[in-house]
């Protein structure tokens, strides 16, 4: 029986051809070996299984020739430290010793170093004289996966390369030539998962697809890799995909909890999310078609989706995700969190025809509005329209369209109530009505409302009151604040001056757009306060932005004490509690 050899040592790279996803590093080194331009020491960082090792070891065979077709051997020439073991002073004092005597044949020697980063500081300082001034026949390269470990003057002695991570295309491109010269069945979807598990790491693939070989049996289909990687594979997104864009939250619900029963973890579900929406957006335009790094096969059926799903909406879900993904670690229950976020995302119509049809439906005109519909299409349009709008957008905007909203619903009011008299007026003119007859009682609901509401327009009260009276219950209504916990209007309240006018318009008067907004949110509760208090019912709050320019003053340390002082003076304790300076 022959010795079973592992893929990652079976089909490491012989020449600088045969290295993955490191081009533009093996080119700079074939044209520096060309031109005889080779620096005396050279650093190679990156993350692991990306080829440092594997591009030192064909470096230092290339240098001494050793494809030629010489018979003499330069193996010798060659030397492998591991500092991950070898990391004392004592190991770099032999290297500078050693270094002394050249090659007896050949032109170079060259030390690799392996895992750089792991020599202490008192070994890297013995070392610092010897890189900085190498013999002409040493050459000396470092391989490391924490650049950022080495000491800045061994870094500034080597010329650097960066390897970068691996793109899980060429990975699986690589994956599928291994598969094809072993004679083994595979799906592409299933090199796909294998080559994303790696996380750039060809090295790490390998190993991965060496234990799915054994698993399979040489048959390496997606659902099999996936149950064994415990990952969920494309076809399992793209079903719940089909699902949250239905609308079918039970379905939906059961779906995750059969995953939940497979040992998927939560956190790796929802990023799996994030990314199924992100190949969503990026198959939805041709142009960023071509980022999307699956198979051919995954393409069709992601563009086959996105044909009917809205650009916008798809943004909504990934900004959704992410905001709970952000929100993930601080949840106790991490179950009912990631419910809570497929129910959302299945609340989102993302179709256009459904988006459509629903705006369609809100705008049929009633027979009974006709003649107001004619004069202000607009307001209804708005109107139906905000419902239409994420509900985090209407809070945000909720006290700037309330007021706009208010004047036109009121605008609409007072023609309707105009269109009412006008009725009547005609009604009375010229038709009369029997006073048992169905119209009759309707008219005079209508007048009894009118009339109604222009008495509790009468009756509403309109005590008089002082400046001291309106602070007074400022006051209360900040103690109220207190108790529930909002200490950011309370600060704004606090902070900013009020006035009161002639026609009993409360004025605050605020530094910048963001304390007028909070304030006029607080106003819907602030107003029946001092109504009630006040006995006052005409009393209106207005807010007004103070943009006044200041020249800018640079202030001391100690002036800036000196003004937070006035506004917190315990800040004097604090300060020599800890003794602190200004």
Known sequence: MDQFIVSALKNRPKSFE?????????????????????????????????????????????????????????????????????????????INEQVRIPPQIGKYKVYIIDEAHMLSPQAFNAFLKTLEEPPKHIIFILATTEKNKILPTILSRCQIYDFKRITVIEIQSYLKKIAVESKYKFEENALFLIAQKADGSLR??????????????????EKSVADNLNLLDNETYCRLGKIIF???????????????????????????????????????????????????????????????????????????????????????????????????????????????????????????????????????????????????????????????????????????????????????????????????????????NSNKRKENENILSEDKFEFKDLEKNLREYIEQLKKEGKQNIISILNMNPVKLDDNNNVIFTVANEMNRVEIN?????????LHKKLNNFKINIKVNVDEVEKDEIIFSPKEKYQHLLKINPSLEILRKKFDLEY
């Open 18 to 94: 045969e290295v993955i996803g490191q081009d533009s590093i093996t080119h700079t080194l074939e044209n520096s070996l060309r031109t005889n331009q080779l620096p005396q020491a050279l650093l190679f960082s990156g993350p692991r299984g990306v080829g440092k090792t594997s591009c030192a070891r064909i470096l230092a065979k290339q240098i001494n020739n050793l494809e030629s077709k010489n018979s003499e051997d330069f193996s010798f020439n060659i030397f492998e430290l591991d500092a991950a073991s070898n990391n004392s002073v004592e190991d770099i004092r032999k």
């Open 204 to 221: 790490d693939a390998l190993s991965i697809y060496d234990r799915m070989i054994s698993f399979t049996k040489g048959d390496l289909n």
């Open 246 to 448: 239905n609308n079918n939250i039970p379905e939906l619900i059961k779906s995750y909890d059969l995953l939940i029963k497979r040992g998927i973890e939560n956190i790796q579900f929802i990023n799996g999310l994030g990314d199924f929406f992100r190949n969503l957006i990026l198959a939805k335009d041709p142009k960023t078609l071509e980022l999307l790094e699956v198979g051919k096969e995954l393409k069709s059926e992601y563009i086959q989706i996105t044909e009917k799903l809205l650009h916008t909406k798809l943004l909504e879900a990934i900004e959704l995700i992410n905001k709970s993904e952000i929100n993930f670690k601080n949840v106790k229950n991490k179950r009912v969190h990631v419910e809570l976020i497929l129910m959302q995302l299945a609340s989102i119509h993302f179709d256009r025809e459904k988006k459509n049809s629903l705006i369609v439906e809100s705008h049929k005109p009633s027979s009974s509005n006709k003649e107001v519909e004619k004069l202000h299409p607009d307001i209804d349009f708005k109107k139906n329209n905000l419902n239409n709008f994420p509900k985090n957008f209407v809070k945000k905007e909720k006290n700037e369209y309330s007021i706009k909203n208010s004047k036109e619903i009121e605008l609409l009011e007072n023609e309707k109530e105009k269109i009412h008299n006008n009725n009547l007026i005609k009604n009375e003119n010229h038709t009369k009505v029997s006073s048992y007859s169905l119209s009759s009682v309707e008219l005079k609901k209508t007048v009894s």
């Open 521 to 529: 949110i607080e106003k819907e509760k602030l107003l029946p306060f």
